[in-house]
């Protein structure tokens, strides 16, 4: 299938329309603003342009939607590629790269990022993106009021699932847990957290072209799943409901409806929690649960600036951003962990941001998101790759499939789908 067929015509439209906007926009001021697409929006579309609105010449910020990919494809097509986009996949920059869409960039000589992240945004050993913007991708929210004292081990994680779960069915409490499944990127999170536990040189080479998707870390992996996401009452209204319940919806069941009891979600997840706060009792965290006490997992994702080739302006705007002060509005605001280690540990205002990134610098603890780093639509997005697996595999052990048989119908999915895109087996 050719690029073009792989796009809607609702992408189309809207990218043309955005070009449309930007050049108008562009040419009404006098000078050219330097313009940049952005996966962002609400809050961190607005704090990003607090951030930029720093910056010495006119920037533009254009967001972009949830698929920024067809929306980066249709503006190249149509030759109105903006000058910068920040995207939340090194994939997408490595490939872009080899397309021959992007120039190198040039970082600021105070940008320093942990070395797990060092080399995912290069390509034929030239720099081609830098990151801007980190989420710690390894917490569990609650509310103190609903749960006291958080498991401590997935063993216990497990145990709690069952009686809570047995409690909602008796009594129509809470549910254990809060799940937002239509949105398949929930799933994955899930995925790469117990395996970066079970299995973690298997999670350091899944993402390569010698990948085994039927090998033992990857049973072992999704047969622990099971074991939780199969517990009688686990998920409010059930897995069909789960799988129609998106990531939002699912925060607003545990900090504001209070018909859930526990939220796996990223730090991300204080941006959402906000308007839906009922009264002064504000969720918290744990740490995902790993096998034994004190051992946890530490996936991170991030997104990257890469520039456009023959952008005007766009080299000097992403070395600028990779300054260690220029995010400092959005640091003042919250909801901001920068992936650069020379920003000061004293720039965040809240004490809970002060020690996620210093868990992050950790030395030897950080793992990439596995499933942003995967080739081609492997990778994921709404109803295809491994989202769609993943869901895949959930309906099936939610809905009584038995465990062996769901892992062999999802490693099965998943090696062909590895071996459709060139990454592994």
Not at 242 to 258: D, H, K
Not at 264 to 283: E, S, Y
Not at 315 to 332: C, K
Not at 379 to 405: C, P
Request: charged share 20%; with cysteine; aromatic share 8%.
């Amino acid at each position: 299938m050719t690029t073009t067929a792989r796009l809607s015509r609702r992408s189309l439209l809207r990218a043309a329309a955005a070009s449309t906007t930007a050049l108008a926009a562009g040419c009404s001021g006098g000078a050219r603003s330097v313009q940049v697409a952005v996966v962002w929006s609400t809050s961190e579309l607005d704090r990003f342009r607090q951030v930029v609105a720093g910056y010495p010449a006119p920037v533009q910020v254009v967001s972009a939607g949830n698929d920024i990919d067809a929306f980066l494809r249709a503006r190249h097509l149509a030759g109105t590629s903006p000058d910068v986009a920040i995207l939340p996949r090194p994939g997408l920059v490595t490939e872009y790269a080899q397309r021959g869409w992007l120039s190198p960039v040039r970082p600021s000589a105070e940008y320093a990022v942990p070395d797990e992240l060092g080399d995912l945004l290069t390509a034929e050993g030239q720099r081609y993106g830098v990151w801007v913007k980190a989420a710690h991708k390894s917490l569990v929210w609650h509310l103190r009021s609903m749960l006291p004292e958080p498991p401590a081990t997935w063993d216990e994680l497990v145990g709690m699932t069952r009686r809570l779960g047995a409690l909602a069915r008796r009594n129509g409490g809470p549910a254990p847990l809060a799940i937002g499944a239509a949105d398949g990127w929930v799933l994955t999170d899930w995925f790469e957290n117990v395996l970066a536990d079970v299995a973690p040189d298997d999670y350091n080479t899944l993402a390569g072209p010698y990948a085994d998707w039927q090998g033992r870390g990857v049973r072992d992996t999704l047969d622990r799943l099971a074991e939780l996401w199969s517990v009688d009452g686990a998920f409010l209204g059930g897995g069909r409901r789960a799988l129609l319940t998106q990531y939002e919806e699912s925060v607003i069941q545990v900090v504001y409806a209070r018909r859930a009891v526990m939220l796996f979600g990223a730090d991300f997840t204080a941006d959402i929690v906000g308007p839906f706060q009922r009264g002064p009792q504000a969720p918290t965290t744990f740490p995902f649960p790993g096998a034994q006490p004190g051992g946890r997992p530490l996936i991170v994702g991030g997104d990257a600036a890469v520039v456009f080739a023959d952008a005007r302006g766009g080299v000097e705007l992403v070395e600028w951003l990779t300054r260690a002060d220029s995010f400092q509005p959005w640091l003042r605001a919250g909801g901001y962990l920068s992936p650069n280690t020379n920003v000061s540990i004293d720039s965040y205002t809240d004490q809970v941001g002060r020690s996620l990134v210093e868990e992050m610098r950790a030395p030897g603890t950080l793992r990439f998101d596995l499933s942003d780093q995967l080739p081609g639509a492997f990778t994921g997005s709404d109803g295809v790759g491994i989202w769609r697996i993943m869901q895949g595999f959930f309906a099936d052990v939610t809905d009584g499939v038995g465990a062996n048989e769901a892992i062999r119908r999802a490693t099965g999915q998943l090696a062909a789908a590895a071996r459709s895109a060139g990454g592994g087996r």
